[in-house]
């Protein structure tokens, strides 16, 4: 039998051949990102993975990192906390040290836990758990670690700045909540109670739903309580087709309210909302916008939508990456007790204008929070989403020092 040259001479000397494979391995820096490729929340996790390989282009036409390329592997979590960590184990298993993940707090306490017990048992291999977009506040609060970074901020924080604006809107009388059924769903509508009864107990919760995550394909009987209860105004932290198809049903249905939300722009959000004709009356919460008058980032947002039809949904996750890159270049190393040792506490220079931190007590990130309504664009604003010519207006700005929460971790830190 012949063979090929090359394997010719990698069946002669074997040794030659895996170390010239190893070299080519650590010629590339690998980081395992584990979300949804497949069904309900495929369409989120396919834009999440699309937006880390354009930001790993950027960073590797920078000349990459520690002269080694950037590289982003998807791995399919089915939104399942159990088949997430079998994605993990795989990654690790193919060398992986460093992975990202967002959608699902339930999916994102599993993967923290099993850092914290994983690089416990297996000193010298530990791996970094960096969490772009689950916001469960227990997770830098009771269910801290040292191994998870969280660059989202946490649902109370978001909250706290959503109550704030509601607490001055005086057409707010009658309130409905619904959400998913999941930590993050309860923790939205726990915290809307608590702070609204605080800040204006004159609001009646007329409704308070919760119902199953990624579902529902037909949100028309929800609806119908929402309308049937007279409500004025909504809060949902619905994320993906359950905010899409909520506000679908909403617009069948001709409900007019003020929306309040945590992910009103992922996909299909947009869209929805034009449908309903609820004209800047959805307002969201986060840490960017792509109308947000800063060079940069509309720079960043020009170039992402070339090379894509959506905008970014997660500025976040370019504040993640830069500070990733940072950190291991600071560093001088890609091992995760160094890069962990560099990103605490580290301050930063955030993607939309303005200083961030890393919170050392509980890595959480702090960084300038916007609300933001959607509806009709001015002159001032160029982008609009989906095609639908409407966009996103900026309400208000928090800065920095004005987005903090207290923090009851109590971190275990390596010895």
Not at 225 to 243: L, P
Not at 344 to 350: G, L, N, P, S, T
Not at 363 to 383: C, L, T, V
Request: charged letters at 25%; proline letters at 4%.
């Amino acid at each position: 039998m012949r063979y090929p040259n090359a394997l010719r001479v990698c069946l002669i000397l074997p040794v030659l051949c895996f170390v010239s494979i190893h070299a080519s391995a650590q010629d590339t820096v690998k980081i395992a990102y584990i979300d949804p490729l497949s069904g309900g929340g495929a369409s989120i996790g396919e834009v999440g993975l699309k937006t880390f390989q354009f930001l790993a282009d950027e960073i590797n036409a920078k000349g990459g990192v520690l002269g080694k390329k950037l590289e982003i592997v998807g791995y399919d979590n089915k939104l399942n906390p159990q088949e997430s960590l079998v994605q993990v184990q795989k990654a690790i298993d193919a060398g992986i040290r460093i992975v990202t993940q967002g959608n699902g707090s339930s999916v994102a306490a599993a993967i923290s836990d099993f850092a914290a017990k994983f690089n416990e048992r297996n000193p010298g291999k530990e791996f970094l758990y960096l969490n772009y977009a689950a916001v469960d506040p227990v997770l830098t609060n009771d269910k801290c670690n040292y191994w998870h970074f969280r660059w989202d901020a946490n649902s109370d924080i978001k909250m706290e700045a959503l109550t704030n604006h509601m607490k001055t809107r005086p057409n707010i009388k009658k309130l409905y909540l619904i959400n998913q059924d999941y930590s993050f769903g309860q923790s939205v509508r726990s915290e809307a109670r608590k702070m609204l009864g605080a800040k204006r107990p004159d609001i009646q919760i007329v409704g308070d739903e919760l119902h199953p995550l990624l579902k529902i394909t037909d949100f028309a009987p929800y609806i119908a309580k929402i309308k049937a209860s007279g409500a004025d105004s909504v809060i949902t932290g619905n994320w993906g087709q359950d905010f899409a198809l909520l506000l679908k049903a909403a617009a069948d249905a001709g409900l007019q309210v003020d929306w309040y939300t945590y992910y009103a722009g992922g996909t299909g959000g947009p869209t929805a909302i034009k449908q309903s004709g609820v004209n800047h009356r959805v307002f969201q919460i986060a840490e960017g916008f792509a109308n947000i008058p800063h060079q940069a980032s509309q720079d960043f947002e020009k170039a992402l939508r070339t090379k894509y039809d959506f905008g970014l949904f997660y500025p976040r996750a370019v504040n993640q990456i830069r500070m990733l890159v940072a950190a291991i270049n600071e560093a001088k190393s890609l091992e995760a007790p160094k890069i962990a040792a560099k990103l605490e506490a580290m301050k930063f220079d955030v993607f939309t204008g303005g200083e961030g931190f890393m919170r050392k007590d509980d890595h959480q990130f702090f960084q300038p929070m916007y609300i933001a309504s959607f509806g009709e664009r001015n002159d001032k604003e160029p982008f609009d989403e989906e095609k639908t010519g409407w966009g996103w207006r900026v309400v208000t700005k928090l800065d920095t020092a004005n987005t903090m929460l207290p923090t009851t971790c109590k971190m275990d830190r390596p010895s």
